[in-house]
């Protein structure tokens, strides 16, 4: 297709999470097939770091609230004749970049659902006049859309990706050596954020540690992620977990560790959006020990892993004993998971998400256009 210019909007993830990953997968993705991209991302934030390592501009600027209009002209300066497309990620880059863009004449104006909507009558009025296409990256994100009161013609479901190559080549984190734990026994590892509404999960997972250890399975799991450990340490301890359940901190290696391990486990208890992290436990040949919410249940299935009720410890155990007895069992799954992950390339994702700016494109030039006659599933 036609090299376009593309502007990817990140000015409020001081952070590192799942929408942060997905935009510094998809930016050098769009560079290395002709585009030119950038992407604004607040200074000394962990997207400009790693993007420092790609050939992707960053442009720094900070969106501290919905309405902060003190960044209106910033934001059209930066975009003064420059894009085709301007795309954002997050609530609070919306607005203000949003209006900017359509300020500009910006040909195609995007945003990503990355998780389950809530729209009130403002943000529904807000999408109609500033946006052009909504992205689900999941296809419960895009039925939650619907049922939101989004029009069908504007949702478009662009799965996300991850480079499965990269996963399954890293060599184990030495990390059973590091800590003790014996070569035989079943490990179980889980990645993500620490949070005070436990939406990932964790302490369900350490409880079904300890009725698995319970029951005479010489079981260990790690956790890995940033946030505010106490409270997931005082649950280890109270146990009496501590040489079996580790909290790790955050970590730059989590391909090595999820190599180290048995299986990989997302307890999550809210609905994610999609599950990068059960992807990427895939992409290691891991099975993984999933909860049944969200798009989790679009990437997990009964022949590479578990999909569970949430907040259930003792659905989990038994999972954990199920794989510990039957190491062939495991050994399965984990091929069929390689194989599973597969389907979920970022070349593919990224693909399609080119085609959805082309459509849009060439509606805005020449009227209508279906976007599934163009290979992108919409949610008519």
């Given at each position: 297709m036609t090299a376009l210019r593309v502007l990817h909007v990140a000015s409020n993830l001081p952070r590192w999470g799942g929408i942060e990953r997905?935009?510094?997968?998809?930016?050098?993705?769009?560079?290395?097939r002709g585009h030119e991209v950038a992407v604004v991302c607040p200074p000394g934030?962990?997207?400009?770091?790693?993007?420092?390592?790609?050939?992707?501009?960053?442009?720094?600027?900070?969106?501290?609230?919905?309405?902060?209009?003190?960044?209106?002209?910033?934001?059209?300066?930066?975009?003064?004749?420059?894009?085709?497309?301007?795309?954002?990620?997050?609530?609070?880059?919306?607005?203000?970049?949003?209006?900017?863009?359509?300020?500009?004449?910006?040909?195609?104006?995007?945003?990503?659902?990355?998780?389950?909507?809530?729209?009130?009558?403002?943000?529904?009025?807000?999408?109609r006049i500033l946006y052009d296409g909504i992205v689900a990256v999941s296809g419960v994100v895009g039925r939650l859309l619907l049922e939101n009161g989004i029009s069908p013609e504007r949702v478009f479901v662009v799965q996300n990706g991850i480079d499965v190559g990269r996963w399954r080549s890293e060599p184990p984190t030495p990390v059973r050596k590091q800590l003790s734990i014996p070569s035989d026994a079943f490990l179980v590892v889980g990645a993500g954020r620490l949070s005070t509404d436990q939406d990932k999960g964790f302490a369900f997972l350490v409880r079904a540690l300890a009725l698995a250890r319970r029951r005479g399975v010489n079981a260990f799991c790690l956790i890995a992620g940033r946030g505010d450990p106490l409270p997931l340490k005082n649950l280890i301890a109270s146990l009496d977990l501590s040489p079996f359940a580790i909290y790790l901190g955050e970590r730059r290696d989590i391909p090595g560790l999820f190599a180290a391990a048995n299986a990989v486990a997302t307890p999550s208890t809210l609905p994610e959006g999609f599950g990068y992290s059960a992807l990427e436990g895939l992409a290691s040949g891991r099975p993984v020990i999933a909860s049944r919410v969200g798009g989790l249940t679009e990437i997990v299935t009964s022949k590479v892993g578990y999909l569970l009720p949430p907040g259930d410890p003792e659905a989990i155990s038994h999972a954990i004993e199920d794989l510990a007895a039957d190491r062939d069992k495991c050994r399965r799954m984990g091929e069929a998971a390689l194989a599973r992950a597969n389907q979920f390339s970022l070349d593919e994702s990224v693909g399609k998400l080119e085609r959805v700016y082309e459509c849009i494109l060439n509606r805005s030039d020449n009227g209508t256009e279906s976007f599934a006659s163009r290979g992108v599933e919409s949610c008519h």
């Open positions: 997905h935009i510094c997968d998809v930016a050098p993705a769009l560079a290395a934030s962990p997207i400009e770091q790693r993007l420092r390592e790609s050939t992707v501009r960053t442009i720094p600027l900070t969106i501290t609230r919905l309405h902060d209009w003190g960044k209106l002209l910033p934001f059209m300066r930066a975009m003064r004749g420059r894009y085709d497309v301007v795309h954002t990620h997050q609530g609070w880059d919306r607005m203000v970049p949003g209006v900017a863009a359509y300020l500009r004449g910006v040909r195609a104006v995007v945003m990503s659902q990355h998780a389950a909507p809530k729209f009130r009558a403002s943000g529904l009025l807000l999408q």
